[in-house]
């Protein structure tokens, strides 16, 4: 049986790229920036006041001149109508460019205006005070972003800021996604006692969703050999198929033996960990990958975190995802000679790791309220105490 570390070497050794392609800003949230994005001109483009305020020349000041005749009032977007002269000064707004005559604002708190003739409550005024200077951010044609980045809102609204409304991105792969069993009923259907609803069809559609990533098939199927060679047949070309339960040592767990006579080359069946042991994943005929998850929602969430989410990071050049380690405040007890992990909160400041409570891998609730998984290692065979720095995979 491969360790975690094994099993994830093998999943990303397969992970590559599925094409690029070209979208508009619009269609931009969540998706993976791929070009490299440069200024198209300098930031601030002009000298830009950053309050409102009153522009004047330093030399004046220091000239002895404590009184001056407005000239105009610009407001962002306006230009100057007539460059400054010798006790002249411009009333300006927060974002309005500063013409080059000027070289100073001056709050509009620290000044009196009366009849357009304007003093300053100051001793001191300094050149290029309350101005971003043209170019002060960055410079045209320096580059901002290098590599492939995920389109978060500040990315989005930098490339807006660039002019940036087509860019190109990493395309998403083709997913098909399978639940199965005969005791899953929808959410809406009647239920019987003996049946359980589809939670994890929504618990893995909207973990794909965190990449913008929606299923281009999804369905359930029970456990029927022939059903289940048919539904997987029609997606043999996809890039990732994901299916969930069927593959334990169940005498209905058909999974693994129709993904073989399907062609699916079995990578491995069952990893060293706690909960999540009977994961199954192989290569398609056509290079793409299958992820053959059990049916416990909690191993179903673990075991979509660790090796799917890697597999998509890494297909995405995003690298691994990144893990945390943080200082435990609690008590976790070993119970396998397995990586074991668990859910946990991450809060306080400094932060620390505090365990969730959770009633074994079949617990509906799946660690509610937990934002990491902690992970126990097999090489620390105690148990985890306070105050013990622990990994955990931030969710």
């Known amino acids: 049986m491969l360790t975690y570390k094994e099993a994830l070497s093998q999943v990303i050794s397969l992970a590559r790229s599925f094409g690029t392609e070209i979208i508009t800003l619009d269609a931009a949230d969540g998706r993976i920036l791929t070009e490299n994005i440069s200024a198209d001109r300098d930031y601030p483009p002009f000298n830009r ?24 009032v610009i407001y962002a977007g306006q230009s100057e109508l007539a460059q400054l002269t010798p006790g002249t000064c411009y009333k300006i707004m ?45 410079k045209s044609g320096g580059v901002i972003l290098n590599g492939n980045h995920k389109c978060t809102p500040v990315v989005i609204s930098l490339l807006a800021s660039l002019g940036k409304n087509k860019i190109k991105v990493e395309k998403l792969p083709h997913v098909a996604l399978f639940t199965t ?31 913008a990533i929606k299923p281009l ?24 198929i994901v299916t969930c339960g069927g593959v ?11 993904l073989r006579q399907l062609g699916v080359k079995k990578l491995f069946h069952k990893v060293a960990i706690k909960p999540g042991k009977p994961i199954w994943c192989g290569i398609l005929p056509n290079g793409g990958m299958v992820f053959a998850l059990p049916g ?12 799917i989410d890697a597999f998509l990071s890494v297909s995405f050049g995003l690298g691994l995802p990144k893990t945390l380690t943080l200082p435990f405040a609690g008590m ?59 990994t955990c995979y931030p969710l």
């Not at 098939?217 to 990732?240: A, C, M, P, Y």
């Not at 799946?366 to 622990?390: F, Q, S």
């Open 248 to 258: 334990s040592a169940g005498d209905a767990d058909y999974l693994p033996e129709v």
């Open 94 to 138: 927060t974002g309005a460019p500063v013409p080059y005559s000027a070289n100073a604002v001056i709050r509009r708190e620290d000044a009196h205006q009366i009849d357009g003739i304007v003093e300053f409550r100051v001793e001191m005024i300094s050149p290029y005070q309350n101005i971003a200077r043209q170019g002060e951010d960055i």
């Open 181 to 211: 069993g005969d005791e899953i009923v929808d959410p809406g259907s009647a239920i019987a006692e003996n049946q359980i609803r589809n939670s994890n069809q929504y618990l893995l559609k909207s973990m794909f969703n965190k990449w």
């Open 296 to 307: 416990n929602p909690f191993s179903c969430m673990v075991t979509f975190r660790l090796f």
């Open 332 to 390: 976790h007890f070993r119970k396998t000679n397995f990586d074991e992990f668990f859910p946990a909160h991450i809060s306080g400041e400094p932060s620390v790791l505090q365990p969730i409570a959770i009633n074994g891998s079949g617990d509906i609730r799946l660690g509610l309220h937990a934002n990491a998984l902690a992970m126990h290692p097999a090489a620390d065979t105690g148990n985890i105490e306070t105050g013990t720095m622990v």
């Open 49 to 72: 006041s950053a309050m409102d305020g009153y522009a004047i020349h330093t030399g004046d000041w220091e000239a002895g001149i404590r009184s001056f005749k407005l000239l105009q």
């Open 217 to 240: 098939v999804t369905g359930h199927i029970i456990d029927n050999k022939e059903q289940l060679h048919d539904r997987l047949s029609e997606v043999l070309d996809f890039d990732i």
